[in-house]
């Protein structure tokens, strides 16, 4: 089965600074998705970004970026000048290819603070 | 609002009591999801509708749960008999194929009292 650690349950940054969430994961497929999901305290999820396995590219979205390393089953998140709007639960999630086996598998998350 | 959306969004029942909770996808969404969330923890996949047809079940769906999604379109998920573990946040979330990104309603945040 495969499972998603965070072992970070809070960090915290000062606005405009840089910090980055870790992930790791554990699976025996060669193929599979990853994601960064935010989850601000109104609850909501909402995609942050994503990562498809065969893709060596690091994803890319304006102040998110990842640092994927697949051989060592790692998957950071990484936030450039952070905002006070960044604050929030961040989960790490992994999820098989195909059309089948669709679930997301999450980890425990994150809680990120942002200081002013 | 062309998003998720969940009803209702608070529900406080006593023990032993049923509960029904709805969800609308995104309506050209072909795939739904139901994962609860208990506080301070990640979600955890229940089931996954795909049209109608109920592809997969977790084994945290008790017999005291049941899900359907008539003709495709919203899904509702009922618990029996509620227990006091049964308090969480129930999030229903819904995708197409391609691209393969889920996205998730607001919640519905059960209390058992």
């Known amino acids: 089965a495969q499972t998603v650690t965070q072992s970070q349950p809070e960090m915290s940054v000062q606005e405009a600074e840089t910090v980055t969430l870790s992930c790791t994961y554990d699976?025996?497929?060669?193929?599979?998705?990853l994601f960064w999901y935010k989850q601000p305290p109104s609850r909501q999820m909402i995609l942050v970004i994503r990562q498809e396995a065969y893709k060596q590219q690091n994803a890319t979205e304006n102040r998110f970026s990842v640092n994927f390393q697949k051989a060592a089953k790692s998957f950071s998140l990484k936030i450039s000048d952070s905002q006070l709007g960044d604050a929030a639960m961040y989960f790490c999630?992994?999820?098989?290819?195909?059309?089948?086996?669709?679930?997301?598998?999450f980890g425990e998350g994150t809680q990120l603070t942002v200081n002013p | 609002d062309t998003g998720v959306s969940q009803d209702p969004r608070h529900k406080i029942t006593k023990r032993g009591q049923n509960v029904t909770f709805r969800c609308d996808p995104i309506s050209e969404h072909n795939r739904l999801y139901w994962y609860r969330q208990t506080l301070g923890q990640g979600p955890e996949f229940l089931t996954y509708f795909q049209n109608e047809a109920q592809l997969e079940k977790s084994r945290l769906l008790s017999d005291r749960f049941s899900a359907e999604r008539p003709k495709g379109s919203f899904s509702t998920l009922e618990i029996q008999r509620t227990e006091q573990g049964d308090s969480a946040m129930y999030l229903c979330a819904s995708s197409i194929i391609l691209p393969v990104e889920a996205f998730f309603g607001q919640g519905t945040r059960l209390t058992v009292v």
């Open positions: 999630a992994y999820r098989r290819t195909g059309t089948s086996g669709s679930r997301l598998t």
């Open positions: 699976t025996s497929e060669s193929d599979y998705y």
